[in-house]
């Protein structure tokens, strides 16, 4: 988390559920956790159903208006409006691979698409370099004492 309250200072932090979180710092201190994290990125798969509903509330309603049509005597259109979740605790979990919901503090949540460092050329470029520092590695790790320490 990081704003003007913190003046700078960011903290980074992971968790697998909120379970573990729970676990770790009891669930007063997970809770206030939660509460002052300015960006929350949820990832699909979580099976902890009183949480997912907790991110849909938090995400709030939307309204939609269904029109009807009736036809014969009483023929015309009607309408009424009716609040739903922008995404039930059940959308939640089901995230597709490779997509993550993220909550920012001050603005509208959105699912980004995410793409792997190691996908297309320059991640084919970065598995390329990956091996050829592996092999250096290997290499000296093989090579006498000697050798590794520069002596001659």
Not at 12 to 39: C, D, P, V, Y
Not at 72 to 81: L, V, Y
Not at 97 to 103: G, K
Request: charged share 25%; hydrophobic share 40%; proline share 3%.
């Amino acid at each position: 988390m990081a704003n003007e309250r913190a003046l700078g200072i960011s903290f980074i932090w992971a968790a697998q559920s909120r379970a573990q979180l729970t676990s770790i710092f009891g669930e007063q201190s997970a809770r206030s956790l939660l509460g002052l994290t300015n960006n929350l990125i949820l990832f699909g798969g979580s099976k902890d159903t009183a949480f997912n509903e907790e991110i849909s509330d938090l995400l709030g309603p939307t309204r939609v208006i269904p029109h009807t049509w009736q036809s014969g005597a009483m023929a015309g259109r009607s309408s009424s409006s009716e609040d739903i979740p922008i995404l039930t605790g059940a959308e939640i979990r089901q995230l597709e691979e490779r997509h993550a919901l993220v909550i920012a503090e001050n603005g509208k949540p959105m699912i980004a698409r995410l793409r792997r460092a190691t996908d297309g050329t320059s991640g084919r470029r970065l598995l390329a370099q990956r091996q050829r520092v592996q092999a250096t590695v290997d290499r000296a790790r093989r090579a006498p004492d000697s050798v590794r320490l520069g002596a001659s």
